[in-house]
């Protein structure tokens, strides 16, 4: 493989782990957003944007660790027989199927940046009596669906080498 393939393979790699490895954390912030949620309903006035604020923290917690989860394989797989299969032979499928993927993924990327234009453009806000500005999230949502792309394109790479049989390891 050329070493500008190599080297895409690289950054891309280890940009995601390190997103992945941030984005672990976002769990904790949910956590700390929904015990506070808990203690405002039962002990002060509840608190308008705890709702809210959970879902927007774990759409960045899932589409931030997307790229990180396909990285490390740990996606949903339905497992009839690519178990068994050799090595080539898993990365022969694989680089046939990572189209649908690709066409997913650049759909949602097409789909995600005409919806954040949107938000921006029209100062969009959420319909809540807290009624933030969508863009911010609609940013990260942008944001994680490239990288996971990004991703999927690395994997495309070390799949089709493996495939060559010339692995890039």
Request: charged share 10%; net charge positive.
């Amino acid at each position: 493989m050329p070493d500008v393939l190599r080297t895409y393979v690289r950054v891309v790699d280890r940009f995601n782990r390190g997103v992945g490895r941030v984005t672990m954390y976002l769990i904790f912030v949910m956590m700390g957003i929904l015990l506070w949620s808990s203690m405002s309903k039962a002990f002060f006035l509840p608190s308008l944007w705890t709702l809210e604020m959970a879902q927007f923290v774990m759409a960045a917690y899932f589409l931030l660790g997307g790229a990180y989860s396909l990285q490390l394989d740990s996606h949903v797989r339905m497992d009839l027989a690519y178990g068994r299969w050799s090595p080539r032979t898993k990365a022969i499928v694989d680089v046939v199927t990572i189209f649908m993927l690709f066409t997913y993924l650049f759909f949602l990327l097409y789909g995600g940046i005409s919806s954040t234009n949107y938000a921006i453009q029209y100062n969009e806000t959420s319909y809540s009596s807290w009624s933030p500005y969508m863009a911010p999230i609609k940013i990260v949502m942008v944001i994680g669906i490239f990288l996971t792309l990004l991703q999927a394109t690395s994997i495309f790479i070390k799949d089709l080498a493996v495939a060559l049989g010339r692995p890039l390891a």
